[in-house]
T-cell receptor
Framework: QKEVEQNSGPLSVPEGAIASLNCTYS??????FFWYRQYSGKSPELIMF????GDKEDGRFTAQLNKASQYVSLLIRDSQPSDSATYLC????????????FGKGTTLSVSS | NAGVMQNPRHLVRRRGQEARLRCSPM?????VYWYRQLPEEGLKFMVY????????ESGMPKERFSAEFPKEGPSILRIQQVVRGDSAAYFC????????????FGPGTRLTVL
């Protein structure tokens, strides 16, 4: 059974701080790693994805992969109250047309 | 707006009725996926389709649920004889043909079974 585990939180950080979100995955064959943001009552929004060959930075967001430990992280620098949401980690084997395996998400709360 | 479209956004059915959920993928996308999100649960894959073909239905319940993606028109997820446990948010996602598997989600259909 392929699984993705995330701490449900809530993770609370003050405005301007760095928020660090993590997930672990069970399938060693996973090749693509995705972070989605989901506001309450809304649909998931893709914010970052990385392949198994490296980390990625995009604005205030950095996604990092530790393949040996089967661990993916998302760092949000200069956190804003608008970043308050549930962050979903998802993985798949990197092939087009394969299902994403999602974690249950971590709720982030950024206080002003 | 070239995003994934789903309708209806909200659907109320009584037990035993049928529910039909529709999804139109983003322009240029030929892969459609259906996911279900139960309260307090994560997103669970149900089925993956391309035009006129079901490619992977490993996440679909064996009974009452079916999906199609006809040559013309939207993809449809059909739930027959709905039960209260079917109440959930149903999301459709789409992706391009090719090696990348970035999936973009529609706004979802919130199904409530009375």
């Amino acid at each position: 059974q392929k699984e993705v585990e995330q701490n449900s939180g809530p993770l609370s950080v003050p405005e301007g701080a760095i928020a660090s979100l993590n997930c672990t995955y069970s399938d060693r064959g996973s090749q693509s790693f995705f972070w989605y943001r989901q506001y309450s009552g809304k649909s998931p929004e893709l914010i970052m994805f990385i392949y198994s060959n490296g980390d990625k930075e995009d604005g205030r967001f950095t996604a990092q992969l530790n393949k040996a430990s089967q661990y993916v992280s998302l760092l949000i620098r200069d956190s804003q109250p608008s970043d308050s949401a549930t962050y979903l980690c998802a993985v798949n084997d990197g092939q087009a047309g394969t299902a994403l395996i999602f974690g249950k998400g971590t709720t982030l709360s950024v206080s002003s | 707006n070239a995003g994934v479209m789903q309708n209806p956004r909200h659907l109320v059915r009584r037990r035993g009725q049928e529910a039909r959920l529709r999804c139109s993928p983003m322009k240029g996308h030929s892969h459609v996926y259906w996911y279900r999100q139960l309260p307090e649960e994560g997103l669970k894959f149900m089925v993956y389709l391309q035009k006129e073909n079901i490619i992977d239905e490993s996440g679909m319940p064996k009974e009452r649920f079916s999906a199609e993606f006809p040559k013309e028109g939207p993809s449809i997820l059909r739930i027959q004889q709905v039960v209260r446990g079917d109440s959930a948010a149903y999301f459709c996602a789409s992706s391009r043909q090719g090696a990348s598997n970035e999936q973009f989600f529609g706004p979802g259909t919130r199904l409530t079974v009375l």
